[in-house]
């Protein structure tokens, strides 16, 4: 897809350093997909920063801090100029680099009458956003996405969905192949992701935990999918990448042609779900999500059945985590972890380090 990428130095970027932080910050997020983004203005949040984000008269996609120098009227509430911004309350105009063009009066532009912009590119139909420094920013970091635009390969997506709850918890979530035996009754599981043994792999990006389970029936989600009679060997592969990206992988063969050396067959289904967790604040998260899979590309009937299939499973995550967020912040004895966490509490250790190795960079860079 074509994108566009925006730089502009603001030191600004770590006014945060001396504070506690809770995100990685050079990193890319999901801001929106890509429909979402117009030429009205309108306020999102990412990292619990308030954020204008529009399209130019141009089509450029443009994310500058919502919020005018002079008295700090959200931009959102201003209007478009062409390529330029206009505040709503005495016209300050701002450029798509996040620079004042124009101000009130007959003196010179104030030196500081500007707003950090933020880089941004269009990419699987999606608008991803840098949220560190904009000199660090590098649209070949975006996480990569085999086989999308494979007309060979089927899509199907939902609108993102807003949760209550902290983006660890989903990551945590997205590193449990155990939890579908519980949740996912009625769709993902059987009784073999009960108790089949995981493996947990820490790869450089990321954690994942994944399992062969041999010789079962299909679960009923994909019973309805797969393109072989009787029992499967199923692959659960569970992947988040720092700093909360998620591939999960669903390999269903026949019996007999799975496993780590196992041949597969031709009537193999592989499904690749792909989910971003944008955090909006502490305790909030955008969730976005799609899956690809490499049968019938063209068949709408089957992308609408997973759509809806899926968008109902993962309202059942959502119901359990949003309630988990409550008992985690109210809790009044301790909570316990138990063998199967192993991956989800190794991503969270190395994704702490590499925020604290950011935030104490960012200290000596203020210094």
Not at 247 to 259: C, S, W
Request: glycine share 8%; hydrophobic share 35%; charged share 20%.
């Amino acid at each position: 897809m074509v994108g566009s990428i925006i730089r502009h130095h603001d030191p600004r970027y770590d006014l945060k350093s001396g504070v506690e932080q809770l995100f990685l910050k050079n990193a890319w997020y999901v801001a929106a997909w890509d429909y979402e983004i117009t030429s009205d203005l309108q306020q999102i949040l990412v990292l619990g920063e308030k954020i204008c984000i529009f399209r130019t008269a141009s089509g450029e996609i443009t994310a500058l801090e919502d919020a005018c120098p002079h008295r700090k009227l959200p931009l959102s509430k201003g209007r478009i100029k062409g390529n330029t911004v206009e505040c709503g309350y005495h016209g300050l105009t701002f450029d798509c680099a996040g620079q004042c063009v124009w101000a009130p009066g007959t003196g010179r532009i104030p030196s500081n009458a500007s707003v950090h912009a933020y880089p941004l590119f269009e990419k699987y139909g999606l608008v991803w956003i840098w949220m560190g420094n904009p000199a660090l920013a590098d649209p070949h970091d975006i996480f990569d996405i085999a086989n999308y635009g494979d007309p060979a390969w089927g899509i199907n997506c939902g609108e993102a969905m807003e949760l209550d709850c902290d983006y660890l918890l989903m990551c945590d979530n997205l590193l449990d192949p155990t939890h579908v035996a519980w949740v996912h009754q009625s769709s993902f599981a059987t009784a073999a992701t009960k108790d089949t043994p995981l493996r947990v792999t820490k790869t450089d990006d990321g954690v994942i935990v994944h399992r062969w389970m041999m010789d079962h029936e299909p679960a009923p989600f994909y019973k309805k999918v797969v393109e072989f009679e009787g029992n499967c060997d199923r692959l659960q592969h569970y992947e988040v990448r720092y700093p909360s990206h998620a591939l999960i992988k669903a390999v269903f063969t026949p019996a007999g042609t799975g496993g780590l050396d196992g041949p597969l067959h031709e009537n193999t289904f592989i499904m690749d779900s792909y989910n971003f967790m944008t955090p909006t604040t502490a305790g909030k998260t955008r969730y976005y999500w799609f899956q690809m899979r490499n049968i019938r590309p063209d068949d709408e009937a089957l992308s609408k059945m997973m759509t809806e299939d899926v968008q109902h499973a993962f309202e059942e995550d959502c119901d359990v985590l949003n309630a988990v967020q409550i008992g985690m912040a109210n809790k009044t004895s301790p909570h316990i972890d138990l063998p199967i966490d192993g991956g989800q509490l190794r991503f969270r250790r190395h994704l702490q380090a590499m925020i604290n190795e950011e935030q104490q960079v960012d200290r000596q860079m203020a210094e």
